[in-house]
């Protein structure tokens, strides 16, 4: 919804239940092409080559399928944006965040209570967002509002904090 913005091609990896998820979702904003999948085989493998259309808005992978049991380790680089639900591998191993345009991840997983997403998103990408959409779903509104755009999820929010303090003491170990 903040990424197609008169662009009409969105290229989406399909690795399982949640790529496909994500690929229905887009549907409602543009035309979501699928450039590699493992579907043939019951989703048990990532797909190693896709083929990225340069007219392409951006390419969403979902990183960790966990009800088919695949997780992807290697990311490829692209001259479009990259963009990758993480929800079941968020913060379970050391991923370098700078390879990503934007990443997302539902707390409920790894980080604490259902509730919350987390975002990390590139400004340069922020500043792209230039139409007219819900401001609850706008990435810049709620960038311009430091998060703080509705009354947030406190409980989840202070949750996931001392999860994170307690990871960040882990270091090392």
Request: proline share 5%; with cysteine; hydrophobic share 40%.
């Amino acid at each position: 919804m903040n990424f197609l913005q008169g662009k009409s091609v969105a290229a989406y990896l399909d690795t399982g239940y949640f790529a496909q998820k994500a690929f229905q979702e887009a549907k409602h904003f543009g035309t979501p092409v699928i450039v590699g999948s493992s579907r043939d085989k019951q989703y048990n493998y990532i797909p190693d080559y896709y083929d990225v259309p340069s007219e392409a808005a951006y390419l969403h992978i979902t990183s960790n399928n966990t009800i088919e049991g695949t997780e992807q380790f290697e990311f490829p680089t692209q001259d479009i944006p990259m963009i990758c639900d993480m929800s079941s591998d968020i913060f379970s191993r050391m991923v370098d965040v700078r390879k990503f345009d934007l990443i997302y991840a539902g707390a409920q997983k790894n980080m604490g209570p259902a509730g919350m997403t987390m975002v990390i998103i590139k400004n340069e990408l922020i500043d792209t967002i230039s139409h007219d959409i819900p401001a609850m779903s706008n990435y810049r509104v709620l960038e311009a509002n430091n998060s703080l755009y509705n009354t947030p999820p406190v409980f989840a929010i202070y949750t996931a904090m001392l999860n994170l303090i307690w990871l960040k003491d882990q270091e090392g170990s």
